[in-house]
């Protein structure tokens, strides 16, 4: 009898996340939202922030998408329009979803030394963009953790890896798995077949496929869209910390100016007029400022 084993997908592109700046003085790396890889459908931008507490995001408005910070280090309060505050600290998840419009602000704790984490926006399908805001807030021990073999901890922020589910609710269905593994390990993640992903290299080296593409920090690595239902990922030399994401593509038309996404010019033409009037899902920006910023 033979066995089949089953084929991993593989890296199609290497992009490197170069430092740049954004918000007030704040550093960060983009990695999808280059020019090199635009967008990644369902995906719309992967930033790591990386500042001192000096640097923060005031007041911004959003439409017809998500917002995902996961924290590395360090705390970030956030407040918006409707009254909505908090902090989020290491390893804490804040899973936001904009619809018909928010207006907000994220700040460092100015006690803080470093902020670090990431945040990824994800497009939602055109019956989503206009839905109520919604907020799903994580602590960090929260968020179930898969231990597949020793060496390998893997946090699950959405989805389910090796038996391991979320409780995050995905309007477009969504993946976003941390990895941490030490050296000289082997592990396999189950993806649907039609979802598209990536790898976004936090720390050290990892090794994806069967081919054994290297992969080094701050590189995102996207997946083959072969239909292959697994990622084989091993570690050699050194310890590696990345974080896997894939998820659905929506296979809808992209109109993004800024922080609205919508699907026609003119869908983002009535958001700026909403937004400077104050109206359909904007009515509590007018005069808001937050206390925060």
Known sequence: MTIITPLSRFI??????????????????????????????PFLMLDEFD????????????????????????????????GHKGTIGPGDLQWM???RGIVHSEMPVKTESRIHGLQLWINLPKEH???????QELRDGQ????????????????????????????????????????????VTQNIPSSFTGFIYMLKGKAYIGDKEFEGEAHHTLTFSEDGAEM?????????????????????????????FVMNTTEEIY???????????????????????A
């Not at 000096?54 to 970030?76: A, C, S």
């Not at 963009?129 to 907020?135: N, V």
């Not at 009037?277 to 925060?292: C, K, L, M, P, T």
Request: charged fraction near 25%.
């Open 129 to 135: 963009k206009m839905c109520e805001p919604q907020y």
């Open 270 to 292: 009535e958001t700026f007029v909403d937004y400077q009037h104050s109206q359909n899902g904007f009515e509590r920006a007018r005069n808001w400022r937050s206390s925060i």
């Open 12 to 41: 199609t592109k290497s992009v490197l996340s170069k430092e740049q700046s954004e918000g007030v003085g704040a550093k960060i790396r983009r990695s999808i939202g280059r020019p090199e890889l635009r967008n990644h459908d």
């Open 231 to 259: 990622v084989k990922i091993q570690t050699k030399d050194e310890d590696a910390h990345f974080v896997f994401i894939a998820g659905e593509p929506l296979k809808e038309p992209i109109v993004q100016h800024g922080p």
């Open 51 to 82: 500042s001192d507490a000096t640097v923060g995001f005031p007041d911004h408005p959003h439409r017809g998408f998500e917002t995902v910070t996961y924290m590395i280090e360090g705390q970030v309060q956030h407040e918006d329009f409707a």
């Open 143 to 186: 968020i179930p953790r898969a231990t597949p073999y020793e060496g390998v901890i893997i946090k699950i922020i959405a989805g389910e890896s090796h038996g391991v589910k979320s409780q995050v609710y995905t309007r477009t269905p969504t993946m976003y798995l941390d990895f941490k593994m030490d050296k000289n390990k082997t």
């Open 97 to 99: 979803t904009a619809g």
